[in-house]
């Protein structure tokens, strides 16, 4: 079965500094790999997504995220935040089709320091 | 950009009572899905929904719940006699019918069973 582990529930970082926010997953196949922003009272938003080539793909906002097919990894990254970054970060991996079901992480909360 | 877009926004029942969540999924989306996020946990799978029937359900999709498509645009959730436990943040989510299609998740409806 696949699942997703966000090993940080909370992380605080200063306005301008760099971001890491953790994930690793466990799927039987070529993962198809998501991350997903959260703002109070939003929807789920897509940050960015992995299928396949390139492992270092960018998304929307400044984030990217580097798949590690060794370290079973996908973790997003920025090179420094903003205030408005703030909110809950969820990873996700999927199965190939378009009926792809995925798999969420419990999420990261992300509070910035001004 | 097109969206998702679910209502009501927030639904207050009583246990015991039917309730309705209501979503229109983007126009050319093939395949549609509902998920849930109890308050504190993890985005979890529902169901999703394929060429007028559902392909694929998870534990927690039991006979109290249904969906529907009762025309070209609307995508419902039925829940028939609610619990308490049913309390959370229902996401419906679409996407294309391509290998590599996202899911596009509506924001939500948040429903308290008192």
């Known amino acids: 079965a696949q699942s997703v582990t966000q090993p940080d529930i909370h992380i605080t970082v200063s306005e301008g500094a760099s971001l890491e926010l953790r994930c690793n997953y466990s799927y039987g196949a070529t993962p198809y790999l998501f991350w997903y922003v959260q703002s109070p009272g939003q929807g789920l938003q897509l940050l960015l997504k992995y299928f396949s080539g390139d492992t270092l793909v960018q998304g929307i906002k400044g984030f990217e995220a580097e798949f590690k097919r060794s370290q079973s990894s996908f973790n997003l990254r920025k090179p420094s935040v903003h205030w408005s970054d703030a909110a809950e970060y969820f990873c996700?991996?999927?199965?190939?089709?378009?009926?792809?079901?995925?798999?969420f992480g419990t999420g990261t909360q992300l509070k910035v320091e001004l | 950009e097109p969206e998702v877009t679910q209502t009501p926004s927030h639904q207050v029942t009583q246990m015991g009572q039917e309730v309705i969540l209501r979503c229109v999924p983007i126009?050319?989306?093939?395949?549609f899905y509902w998920y849930r996020q109890i308050l504190g946990q993890k985005v979890e799978f529902l169901v999703s929904f394929y060429n007028n029937e559902i392909s694929e359900k998870s534990e927690i999709f039991d006979d109290q719940f249904s969906v529907e498509r009762p025309d070209g645009s609307n995508f419902t959730l039925k829940i028939r006699s609610t619990k308490l436990e049913d309390s959370a943040m229902y996401f419906c989510a679409s996407n294309g019918g391509s290998y590599n299609s996202p899911l596009h998740f509506g924001n939500g409806t948040r429903l308290t069973v008192t």
């Open positions: 996700a991996v999927g199965a190939a089709g378009g009926g792809n079901k995925l798999t």
């Open positions: 126009s050319n989306h093939l395949y």
